[in-house]
Every structure is written in C-alpha cells, then in structure tokens.
C-alpha cells in the first residue's frame, strides 16, 4: 500500500474510533506492523496534526484546521444527506437549521465530484404522515441534557391525570408519529418515558445530576432491549 494512502486510513481511523486510540487497534485498522504505526504517527505529527498521546497510553486527535477535509465515499454521502433530510424534516426549528447548516459545511470541504453527488444525491426521504410539530420547550429539553440539569415538570398521563415531577432528563427519542423523553423519574424513582407533547410548565432547577446521565441512559437502553 502505498504511503500516502496508508497515512489516510491512519488518519481515518484517528478520526472514527473512540478515542484514545490504542497503537495495537490503530496498527489492526491500517494493516501495519506496531513499529510500523509509531513512524505513521509521527509523519502525520510532522504534516500538521495534533495527536495527543504516546505507545502505552492510546493516541487522540485533535482536529486541526490545516489537515485536508475528510474524503468520503459515494455511500457515504447519500448515507449523510439521507439522515440529514430526516433531520430537517422531523427535528424541530433549531435542529432543522442545525442540520442544513451541517450540510452545507460538509458540502463546502468536499472535492467538486463529490459535492455534486451531494447536491444531487440519488436518496431521499419523504413522509405523507408527519409527525406534530415538536413542542416549543423542545431546545430547553435538549439543553438540560447536555448540561445533566434536573428539571421540573407537569406531566399529564393518559387518563388526563397531573402530577409535578422532578427528572433527571437523559435522551429526546424520535418516534414515528411521537416525541419521547427518557428520563429518571425522582417521583416514582426509577426510569420513564414522558411523551413531549404532555409535559407543560417546564423549568431548569439549576441543580446538576452530572455524571450520571450517560451511566443511566445505558442502564436504560439496556433494560429496553432486554425486554
């Protein structure tokens, strides 16, 4: 394999695994020999990249403006205007926004055959049913999980029931025809999932449940598909 290609597919891989990256996985995913993959390293250090880390500890890129834009395949750009589009088309404002934003930086780094199978891409989406439009308090929600803030609610049951409850929210589910919070409940005190569009008089509390949202969502999802 030539050099050149091998540094790229280093750098892919840089890019895609969790990081950090352990030498022996980086050598696995490139195809070379450990000594191999220390040398790799450093020519990719030399070229301009920020990679944190050293042999026994796992290596981390840091994004640097100077490296050439990400290549991807054909499929893989359907792959990212076909979910982009489905964003558009079921997220609320903001996200929708967001999404056409993110395209259309991806589309700009891109080779001019490339972009052009972006703009022109053969996959699309479209829904005859759509779902409600997402509720107003939808970005608040989203906000109060990326900061693992405990928020306070009133919650309307199927039968019409209120109760005022205190969560710990944990992840916005994208549902057919819904909208779906998973959240640990302080009420009932353990795990539910409270429909968007009958929680009203929302309001952050300021008080953190931090680290422990991404802990509980596995637990969660575990249980979920456990079922």
């Known amino acids: 394999m030539p050099r050149s290609d091998r540094l790229f597919r280093l750098l892919s891989?840089?890019?895609?695994?969790?990081?950090?990256?352990?030498?022996?996985?980086?050598?696995?995913?490139?195809?070379?020999?450990?000594?191999?993959?220390?040398?790799?390293?450093?020519?990719?250090?030399?070229?301009?990249?920020?990679?944190?880390?050293?042999?026994?500890y796992g290596y981390t890129l840091t994004?640097?403006?100077?490296?050439?834009?990400?290549?991807?395949?054909r499929l893989e750009v359907e792959a990212l205007v076909l979910g982009l589009a489905e964003v558009r088309m079921a997220g609320d404002a903001a996200l929708a926004t967001a999404a056409e934003a993110a395209l259309a930086k991806i589309t700009a780094t891109l080779p001019e055959r490339v972009q052009r199978q972006a703009i022109h891409a053969v996959s699309q989406t479209y829904r005859s049913e759509r779902r409600?439009?997402?509720?107003?308090?939808?970005?608040?929600?989203?906000?109060?999980?990326?900061?693992?803030?405990?928020?306070?609610?009133?919650?309307?049951?199927?039968?019409?029931?209120?109760?005022?409850?205190?969560?710990?929210p944990l992840s916005v589910v994208f549902l057919d025809r819904a909208l779906m919070l998973l959240a640990w409940c302080c009420l009932r005190q353990g795990f539910r999932r409270f429909h968007l569009q009958q929680m009203t008089d929302i309001t952050r509390t300021g008080e953190s449940f931090r680290p422990r949202r991404v802990p509980l969502l596995r637990q969660f999802l575990a249980e979920i598909r456990g079922r």
């Open 132 to 168: 409600p439009p997402a509720p107003a308090h939808m970005g608040l929600i989203r906000e109060a999980c990326w900061e693992e803030e405990v928020l306070a609610i009133t919650y309307a049951d199927k039968d019409g029931v209120q109760t005022r409850r205190m969560i710990w």
């Open 13 to 56: 891989a840089l890019r895609r695994l969790p990081q950090p990256v352990t030498a022996a996985r980086l050598a696995e995913e490139t195809g070379v020999s450990p000594r191999t993959l220390y040398r790799d390293i450093e020519a990719l250090r030399a070229g301009g990249a920020l990679i944190d880390g050293a042999a026994g």
């Open 63 to 73: 994004e640097d403006p100077a490296l050439p834009p990400q290549m991807f395949t």
